[in-house]
């Protein structure tokens, strides 16, 4: 199994991730070295949110923001020169959205927040939406982008939605009944049950949901094969950000007090793992179809782990 995660993810990547998968606004710029500062993204693509830990509200961490690493000329992106600092600015949102963005609280238009610096922009926003339980729908912030030397972004408006879609699908036409094994849909996140003679696949939750995507990011990182010393120091590296996150599975499952510090441990971990994988970009000990995907495989652990606690 192991040895196809690479080209099996590649292949989903290609051909354009499923909706569950972690997504990228990737921010560059549309000439080398200067211009007007741009975000890639479909913002025809909703945010979706789920209902927060603490019951108050939804939330969300997809999209999540990161660098455009190589230049994209079909794509009218370029990266942002070394050390350029990027600030998120709101210009307009609904009152019930807001954002919170590494402990910045962003309310109301003109509020903005640090993304990061080149070569390391990979954060993940934390999409709020303050409604009660029961209201459901589609709202919308418009933000733009900002930094020194170049022109500010055009104004990107995103839609959050907590509407709900349906957590089981069906795999047999009715008056069908299931055969062994023939609602093994292949996918860990998934409970695959047969009620009423029909495949049902339910989303895994709360830990379950975690560790399902711990196996294919593991995986990813296993079949890495650096071949200089440069090369296995940034493996290793991601390796340790890796482990931080099974301790505090853990921790939950035993209903430790150490658990909430775990869990922001390994949140952190995983932002700082998307940091690693860019360094071995740059060093060649990965290749950026790797990174995409292991990049990709992180933020789907990370959009799981800050749903664990409140």
């Given at each position: 199994m192991r040895a196809t995660w690479f080209a099996v993810g590649l292949g989903l990547l290609l051909a354009g991730p499923p909706a569950a998968a972690h997504e990228h606004m990737y921010i560059g710029s549309d000439r080398p070295h200067r211009g007007t500062l741009v975000?890639?993204?479909d913002f025809m693509r909703k945010f979706p949110l789920v209902p927060a830990?603490?019951?108050?509200g939804f939330i969300?961490?997809?999209p999540?923001?990161?660098a455009q690493i190589n230049d994209d000329p079909a794509d009218g992106i370029y990266h942002l020169r070394r050390g350029t600092v990027v600030r998120m600015q709101i210009t307009a949102m609904d009152p019930q959205v807001s954002v919170d963005f590494n402990g910045v609280q962003m309310t109301a238009a003109g509020a903005t927040a640090r993304i990061g610096h080149m070569p390391y922009l990979h954060q993940h926003p934390q999409w709020l939406l303050h409604v009660?339980?029961?209201v459901y729908g589609d709202y919308h912030l418009s933000f733009r982008v900002t930094a020194h030397g170049y022109h500010p972004s055009a104004v990107y408006t995103g839609t959050l939605t907590n509407v709900?879609?349906?957590t089981t699908t069906t795999t047999t036409l009715p008056g069908q009944t299931c055969m062994p094994g023939a609602c093994d849909d292949h996918d860990p996140c998934t409970i695959d049950t047969c009620v009423g003679g029909a495949c049902q696949h339910t989303p895994a939750t709360s830990i379950d949901a975690v560790r399902c995507r711990l196996e294919p990011l593991s995986d990813a990182l296993d079949d890495l094969r650096p071949?200089?010393?440069s090369g296995h120091r940034v493996q290793q590296r991601l390796f340790s950000a890796f482990?931080?996150?099974e301790p505090a599975l853990d921790a939950i499952a035993a209903g430790g007090g150490d658990a909430p510090r775990l869990v922001k441990r390994a949140e952190n971990a995983m932002n700082r793992f998307a940091r690693i994988v860019d360094r071995g970009v740059a060093l060649q000990a990965i290749m950026p179809d790797e990174a995409d995907l292991l990049r990709t495989l992180a933020g789907n652990v990370y959009d799981q782990l800050v749903l664990l606690t409140p």
């Amino acid at each position: 199994m192991r040895a196809t995660w690479f080209a099996v993810g590649l292949g989903l990547l290609l051909a354009g991730p499923p909706a569950a998968a972690h997504e990228h606004m990737y921010i560059g710029s549309d000439r080398p070295h200067r211009g007007t500062l741009v975000l890639l993204y479909d913002f025809m693509r909703k945010f979706p949110l789920v209902p927060a830990p603490d019951g108050n509200g939804f939330i969300g961490t997809d999209p999540a923001f990161n660098a455009q690493i190589n230049d994209d000329p079909a794509d009218g992106i370029y990266h942002l020169r070394r050390g350029t600092v990027v600030r998120m600015q709101i210009t307009a949102m609904d009152p019930q959205v807001s954002v919170d963005f590494n402990g910045v609280q962003m309310t109301a238009a003109g509020a903005t927040a640090r993304i990061g610096h080149m070569p390391y922009l990979h954060q993940h926003p934390q999409w709020l939406l303050h409604v009660p339980a029961g209201v459901y729908g589609d709202y919308h912030l418009s933000f733009r982008v900002t930094a020194h030397g170049y022109h500010p972004s055009a104004v990107y408006t995103g839609t959050l939605t907590n509407v709900t879609v349906p957590t089981t699908t069906t795999t047999t036409l009715p008056g069908q009944t299931c055969m062994p094994g023939a609602c093994d849909d292949h996918d860990p996140c998934t409970i695959d049950t047969c009620v009423g003679g029909a495949c049902q696949h339910t989303p895994a939750t709360s830990i379950d949901a975690v560790r399902c995507r711990l196996e294919p990011l593991s995986d990813a990182l296993d079949d890495l094969r650096p071949t200089t010393r440069s090369g296995h120091r940034v493996q290793q590296r991601l390796f340790s950000a890796f482990n931080a996150v099974e301790p505090a599975l853990d921790a939950i499952a035993a209903g430790g007090g150490d658990a909430p510090r775990l869990v922001k441990r390994a949140e952190n971990a995983m932002n700082r793992f998307a940091r690693i994988v860019d360094r071995g970009v740059a060093l060649q000990a990965i290749m950026p179809d790797e990174a995409d995907l292991l990049r990709t495989l992180a933020g789907n652990v990370y959009d799981q782990l800050v749903l664990l606690t409140p």
